[in-house]
Structures are given as structure tokens and as C-alpha cells.
């Protein structure tokens, strides 16, 4: 297994869910609210995507984010498809300027990239989101998972995939389910916990 610590992020405009593989296993998942559904972004943002990225390079973690694309329709863009991609452009801008900023490697993956790595198809929306909660909930079985946290931990799981050659990401699929982490603080904007390197769970608050 590979002894580096691998983070999944999958982001919008409104959060940004993450996931993160240590010691062998899926340790935990969570998410980072950036802006409310009218595009507001909320003022603690900024501030816990630092922490976040500060504990990332703490533990000497390489990132994995979801890469972005210009969705089409017939083969031509739509200006909502436009409008869709420029704020997912600021979205990915203001996360690779953080790792950039506490010097943590990241690395961009296609969606299509990850569905056939470890979810093994590609096609089928409705099919693509159950597998990956499925997946999700064989990790970790007894925290509730939103979506987007699904496709964090899939993506960390591409990531994982990367770093070693003792087995194939079908193999990381059927890896044995760990533990989850605790309840979260309903009051704190990031749920889920990244150890810092101490190794004490923190917190960003709101």
C-alpha cells in the first residue's frame, strides 16, 4: 500500500467535499461550504480552505481534484453551459492557488478518468452517482455520505491508485470497509476531520 496520504476533492460553487486515505484505509470525508445557492460565498471560506490546505501539506498529502470541462449540447456549448464552467473556473482557480501557496502537489483528473478506474464505466449519470455511494458506504459504513462527499472519496481513490503497484483500483473497490470517524459539530462549516500532525482531529470553524 502506499504510504502517502492521499486527499479526493470534488468541488462546486457552493462547497467542496474531500475525502482522505491514510494508513491504509479511508480515514474520512467532509465538506467546506463556499457560498450559499445565490452564489454568496461565505465569509469563513477563505479561511478554512488555508487550514485545510495547511494540514494537507502537514501530513504531506498529494491532492487529487476532479478537473473541469465545458459541458456541451449537440456538440455546441449553451450559455448556461458557459456561465456553469466560468464559475467552476473559480472554483478550481481558488483551490490550485491554495496548494500553490502551502506547497501542496495537486493534481487534476478528468471525471471520465476516474469513472473508468474505479467505478469501471462511464456512461449513465444516475448509474454513476448510486455506484459511487455505494462505494462510499462500503468505506465508510456508518457516516452518512453526500454526494459530492462519493465522489471525493472515488477520486481519492484514483489518486491511491497512482501511488502504487500492488494493486489495481478494481482491487481498491472491494477493499474491506474501516471505520468511521465521529459525529461532526453541527456548528463548524467543514465536517469531517483531517488529523493535523500531531495526529489530534481539528476543526475550521465557522
Given at each position: 500500500m502506499t504510504s502517502t496520504p492521499v486527499i479526493g476533492i470534488d468541488a462546486d460553487s457552493c462547497a467542496l467535499a474531500w475525502s482522505l486515505w491514510r494508513n491504509g484505509k479511508i480515514e474520512s470525508a467532509g465538506t467546506i461550504r463556499r457560498a450559499d445557492a445565490?452564489?454568496?460565498?461565505y465569509p469563513a471560506y477563505d479561511s478554512a480552505l488555508a487550514t485545510f490546505m495547511e494540514r494537507a501539506q502537514a501530513i504531506r498529502a498529494t491532492v487529487y481534484a476532479e478537473g473541469i470541462f465545458l459541458a456541451e449540447t449537440k456538440g455546441r456549448a449553451t450559455p448556461r453551459n458557459v456561465q456553469a464552467f466560468l464559475k467552476l473556473a473559480h472554483v478550481q482557480a481558488e483551490l490550485l492557488q491554495a496548494a500553490r501557496v502551502h506547497r501542496v502537489r495537486i493534481e487534476c483528473v478528468s471525471p471520465n478518468t476516474w469513472h473508468a478506474a474505479i467505478l469501471s464505466f462511464t456512461t449513465d449519470?444516475?448509474?454513476?452517482?448510486?455506484?459511487?455511494?455505494?462505494?462510499?458506504?462500503?468505506?465508510?459504513?456508518?457516516?452518512?455520505?453526500?454526494?459530492?462527499?462519493?465522489?471525493?472519496?472515488?477520486?481519492?481513490?484514483?489518486?491511491?491508485?497512482q501511488h502504487t503497484n500492488h494493486f489495481t483500483p478494481g482491487a481498491i473497490r472491494i477493499?474491506?470497509?474501516?471505520?468511521?470517524p465521529p459525529p461532526q459539530n453541527k456548528r463548524y462549516c467543514t465536517?469531517?476531520?483531517?488529523?493535523?500532525?500531531?495526529g489530534i482531529d481539528q476543526e475550521a470553524a465557522h
Open positions: 445565490k452564489g454568496k460565498i449519470r444516475p448509474r454513476l452517482k448510486t455506484a459511487a455511494r455505494d462505494l462510499a458506504e462500503m468505506h465508510l459504513p456508518n457516516r452518512e455520505i453526500s454526494q459530492h462527499e462519493a465522489d471525493a472519496l472515488c477520486i481519492c481513490l484514483y489518486g491511491v491508485s477493499a474491506p470497509p474501516c471505520s468511521a465536517s469531517g476531520k483531517i488529523p493535523g500532525r500531531s
